[in-house]
C-alpha cells in the first residue's frame, strides 16, 4: 500500500463548479498534511496546510482533514480554467529513523471553459 | 515571506561536465533544505536532506558521490551534479523548510533547474 495515495484522474470539471480532490494516507500517527498545486513544467507552490480535523478555508480552497478516516481533501470552488493543474497531497510520514514529507502522485485537474 | 530561489533556471551542458545549482530561500532561514528530481510526467523524487552545517541524508538509491549537496549556510544549500551523464537529464527541485508560518515542516519550493545533458 502506497503512503500517499490519490487518484490520478485526469478529474474535469466544467468552468464555475466544484472540484473534489481527495487523498488518503496510511501513517495513522500522521499530524501534518498539505495541498500543493503544480503547473506543468514548473515546481510545486504551496496552496494550504491543515493540521486539526474539520474544514480550513483560504479563499475558493477549502482543505478537509479528517484523522480518524484517514483522508485529507481539497475542494475549489468557483472552477476557473486557470486552475487546471496537478494538485499534489503531501503528508508528513514517520519513516522509522525521521519525519519525512511524503507526496501522492498527484491528481490531474482540468477545467473546462 | 518564503521565497526560494533557484540558479541556475536551466543548463545544458556536455556529458562528463560538472554542473552546480544554487537554492537560497531569500526572505527566511532554512535549517534544513530538500533535492527533489522529477522525470517528465512523474511525481516528485526526494533525493537528500540537507540540513545547515551537517552532512546531507541521501535517499537509497541516490549516489552521494555523484550528488554533491552543501549547506553552508541558513540561507544558502547547493547541489553538484558531478560528471553528469545524459540519464541525469531532469528538473532538479530545492525546498526549504520553515517560512513565514514558523513550522518547520512546511516546505517551500524553488522555481526548479532544468537540466539537459547532452
Known amino acids: 500500500q502506497k503512503e500517499v495515495e490519490q487518484n490520478s484522474g485526469p478529474l474535469s470539471v466544467p468552468e464555475g463548479a466544484i472540484a473534489s480532490l481527495n487523498c488518503t494516507y496510511s501513517d495513522r500517527g500522521s499530524q501534518s498534511f498539505f495541498w500543493y498545486r503544480q503547473y506543468s513544467g514548473k515546481s510545486p507552490e504551496l496552496i494550504m496546510f491543515?493540521?486539526?480535523?474539520g474544514d480550513k478555508e483560504d479563499g475558493r480552497f477549502t482543505a478537509q482533514l479528517n484523522k480518524a478516516s484517514q483522508y485529507v481533501s481539497l475542494l475549489i470552488r468557483d472552477s476557473q480554467p486557470s486552475d487546471s493543474a496537478t494538485y499534489l497531497c503531501a503528508v508528513i510520514i514517520w519513516d522509522g529513523s525521521a519525519r519525512q514529507l511524503t507526496f501522492g502522485s498527484g491528481t490531474q485537474l482540468t477545467v473546462l471553459p | 515571506g518564503a521565497v526560494v530561489s533557484q540558479h541556475p533556471s536551466r543548463v545544458i551542458c556536455k556529458s562528463g561536465t560538472s554542473v552546480k545549482i544554487e537554492c537560497r530561500s531569500l526572505d527566511f532561514q532554512a535549517t534544513t533544505m530538500f533535492w527533489y528530481r522529477q522525470f517528465p510526467k512523474q511525481s516528485l523524487m526526494l533525493m537528500a536532506t540537507?540540513?545547515?552545517?551537517?552532512?546531507?541524508?541521501?535517499e537509497q538509491g541516490v549516489e552521494k558521490d555523484k550528488f554533491l549537496i552543501n549547506h553552508a549556510s541558513l540561507t544558502l544549500s547547493t547541489l553538484t551534479v558531478t560528471s553528469a551523464h545524459p540519464e541525469d537529464s531532469s528538473f532538479y527541485i530545492c525546498s526549504a523548510g520553515g517560512g513565514a508560518s514558523g513550522n518547520q515542516e512546511t516546505q517551500y519550493f524553488g522555481p526548479g533547474t532544468r537540466l539537459l545533458v547532452l
Open positions: 540537507s540540513n545547515e552545517g551537517s552532512k546531507a541524508t541521501y
Open positions: 491543515i493540521y486539526s480535523n
